[in-house]
């Protein structure tokens, strides 16, 4: 009966409008909860983020949100990335994903988050967390919120609402609750190296460098006995500082900020790969 009424008093304010010579203004009405479609074809949502610790600028108003969804590669391979997924809201404002280097998603190490495509082989899932800026005031509740990836054409059915974003504290908190797996392996290869690992880590490294191009700039990094590295830049720039040798990364702090590069690498066969492609990406 209810449900009734409020149809017949809709019905009557059309009428009312129509008689007055106006039109009834066009809303973009919110999925109410149990409307959401957050599985279609070969992609699964599996959470709407908001960091609350980010801060753009001060007076901001734009937050970091993070869309984080699983790819299942079922009858054919598919490609996918952190970039340009769009997200729009009550089909009025729409935001492009970017990747904003490797600090945004450093503790979620189950997802996939980079700038460089990715193949998912048929039989194979990526889970893929996707980034956007977007301002506090087009988060409010009860607004649509619709995904569009050229790559997954897929995600065109997906329908959210702004009601379903989980609001964390920082991004420690996000991934022990979006990603506890992998922030727990994450916690371990942060920890600091046991001395026949550290030893054998500053054996492999001390008296070499690594390069890599980013950004139309070279990077050069050089390590020397006994804790100490160097980063130049092809833009004439230098900095040093000392590094600390964890389970799975070469913490490169600079005394005079205190800032820290966090440099992923991996021992096989007894020589070392640094990822510093990885530590350096921020596109």
Same mark, same amino acid.
């Given at each position: 009966?209810?449900?009734?009424?409020?149809?017949?008093?809709?019905?009557?304010?059309?009428?009312?409008?129509?008689?007055?010579?106006?039109?009834?203004?066009?809303?973009?009405?919110?999925?109410?909860?149990?409307?959401?479609?957050?599985?279609?074809?070969?992609?699964?949502?599996?959470?709407?983020?908001?960091?609350?610790?980010?801060?753009?600028?001060?007076?901001?108003?734009?937050?970091?949100?993070?869309?984080?969804?699983?790819?299942?590669?079922?009858?054919?391979?598919? $490609?996918?990335?952190?970039? !340009?997924? $769009?997200?729009?809201?009550?089909?009025?404002?729409?935001?492009?994903?970017?990747?904003?280097?490797?600090?945004?998603?450093?503790?979620?190490?189950?997802?996939?988050?980079?700038? !460089?495509? &990715?193949?998912?082989?048929?039989?194979?899932?990526?889970?893929?967390?996707?980034?956007?800026?977007?301002? &506090?005031?087009?988060?409010?509740?009860?607004?649509?919120?619709?995904?569009?990836?050229?790559?997954?054409? /897929?995600?065109?059915?997906?329908?959210?609402?702004?009601?379903?974003?989980?609001?964390?504290?920082?991004? &420690?908190?996000?991934?022990?609750?979006? /990603?506890?797996?992998?922030?727990?392996?994450?916690?371990?290869?942060?920890?600091?190296?046991?001395?026949?690992?550290?030893?054998?880590?500053?054996?492999?490294?001390?008296?070499?460098?690594?390069?890599?191009?980013?950004?139309?700039?070279?990077?050069?990094?050089?390590?020397?006995?006994?804790?100490?590295?160097?980063?130049?830049?092809?833009?004439?720039?230098?900095?040093?500082?000392?590094?600390?040798?964890?389970?799975?990364?070469?913490?490169?702090?600079?005394?005079?900020?205190?800032?820290?590069? $966090?440099?992923?690498? $991996?021992?096989?066969?007894?020589?070392?790969?640094?990822?510093?492609?990885?530590?350096?990406?921020?596109?």
């Amino acid at each position: 009966m209810k449900r009734l009424l409020t149809l017949l008093l809709c019905a009557g304010m059309a009428l009312s409008l129509c008689a007055c010579g106006g039109s009834a203004p066009e809303t973009s009405a919110a999925p109410e909860r149990g409307d959401e479609v957050l599985t279609s074809g070969v992609v699964s949502i599996d959470g709407i983020c908001v960091d609350d610790s980010y801060v753009e600028e001060e007076g901001s108003p734009l937050k970091m949100v993070y869309l984080l969804y699983t790819v299942t590669a079922a009858d054919s391979n598919l $490609e996918t990335d952190s970039k !340009y997924t $769009e997200l729009t809201i009550n089909d009025s404002n729409t935001y492009e994903s970017e990747h904003y280097g490797p600090e945004q998603c450093k503790y979620m190490s189950s997802y996939y988050y980079s700038s !460089y495509i &990715e193949d998912v082989y048929v039989g194979t899932s990526l889970k893929v967390a996707a980034t956007f800026k977007i301002p &506090e005031g087009d988060l409010a509740p009860g607004r649509t919120i619709t995904i569009s990836d050229s790559q997954i054409p /897929d995600m065109e059915a997906l329908r959210l609402s702004t009601d379903d974003i989980q609001r964390f504290a920082d991004q &420690e908190e996000m991934a022990q609750a979006m /990603d506890p797996e992998g922030y727990a392996a994450e916690m371990n290869r942060r920890a600091e190296a046991d001395t026949d690992t550290q030893e054998q880590v500053k054996s492999l490294i001390n008296g070499y460098y690594w390069s890599c191009y980013l950004n139309s700039i070279t990077y050069e990094l050089e390590f020397w006995a006994k804790d100490n590295f160097e980063v130049r830049t092809s833009l004439g720039t230098s900095s040093t500082g000392t590094y600390s040798v964890r389970n799975g990364y070469i913490f490169c702090t600079y005394p005079d900020t205190g800032y820290t590069v $966090e440099v992923p690498y $991996e021992i096989v066969g007894g020589e070392i790969d640094l990822d510093i492609i990885g530590a350096f990406d921020v596109r």
